[in-house]
């Protein structure tokens, strides 16, 4: 069984960076596809982005493309999420996810991994 952990959350004001990161335990995510979700309070979970297992194919959310960036490093078992010009509306739980392929990681029934969150608040 693979278990998930995000890390590199906090608190960053608008325009600001951060970078998340997925580490991977138990088993191999090589053979994963490999996605970001996140959930605002009050709000459904919504796709931010997937990469398939070799990252060759990789999905965003039209809410953050252009500004973040979905990447994996399977040697070190870890996938990471760039985030840049971060806004206030992108304050949300960020839920590292991994599937069969990076596109039925776009729907939230996708995921058969699922990380514990970390949460992202962007101040204005």
């Known amino acids: 069984q693979v278990q998930l952990v995000e890390s590199g959350g906090g608190l960053v004001l608008a325009g600001g960076s951060l970078r998340l990161s997925c580490a991977a335990s138990g088993r191999s995510i090589s053979t994963y596809a490999m996605g970001w979700f996140r959930q605002a309070p009050g709000k459904e979970r919504e796709f931010v982005a997937s990469?398939?297992?070799?990252?060759?194919?990789?999905y965003y959310g039209d809410s953050v493309k252009g500004r973040f960036t979905i990447s994996r490093d399977n040697a070190q078992n870890t996938a990471f999420l760039q985030m840049n010009s971060l806004k206030p509306e992108d304050t949300a739980v960020y839920y590292c996810?991994?599937?069969?392929?990076?596109?039925?990681?776009?729907?939230?029934?996708?995921?058969?991994?699922w990380g514990q969150g970390t949460q992202v608040t962007v101040s204005s």
């Open positions: 990469i398939s297992t070799v990252g060759i194919t990789r």
């Open positions: 996810a991994g599937g069969t392929r990076a596109s039925t990681l776009r729907d939230s029934s996708g995921p058969v991994l």
